[in-house]
């Protein structure tokens, strides 16, 4: 009964630090790798899998309130592995979840296969609540020394921010 009481508590363990291992990146660095940093909504999302396909993607349509960099479009669609479909349920740990109605500041580019992902996982979604940012990097651990200077963007003014991504969008071009 010890053993099996061992091994459960490793199992919990387990599941308890599954996390993705990514490199920090500071917002200079989301801003230059960024084809588009967007500040809007979430209207809805939808999960499902291409055909021959083993991996499920959630899809979130998001309506831009301002862009801050790259060519403006009515609409973005954010693909991200995951979701559920047919009673299965896959997660990958770090990468960003959206709920409908969430205002969203993201950085984006897109994929050789064509869908438009959030840069850095995670770290490339600021959520906006009132005036204010909140960041959720659950799920993601930070491989080695941060060469990135580490920078704390939680409960910053909305407006600081875009401010300063204004500037760093400029200073990268």
Known sequence: MNALWRRALLLWF???????????????QLTESSEWIVHGAILRSWTE????????????????????????????VISEPGGELGGVRQVFSG??????????????????????????????????????LAVDLQGITFAGPATARSENWNGAAVNDFKVHIRRLAVKGK
């Open 49 to 76: 899998r291409k055909p021959g396909h083993q991996f499920t993607w959630i899809h979130h349509e998001l309506k831009p309130v301002e862009i801050l960099k790259g060519r403006t479009q009515p609409r973005f």
């Open 95 to 132: 990468t960003p979840r959206f709920r409908p109605l969430e205002e969203v500041i993201v950085f984006l580019y897109r994929t050789p296969i064509g869908y438009i992902r959030v840069f850095g996982l995670s770290q490339g979604k600021y959520t906006v609540r009132g005036q204010r």
């Open 14 to 28: 387990c599941w308890q630090c599954a996390a993705t291992v990514v490199p920090r990146y500071n917002l200079a």
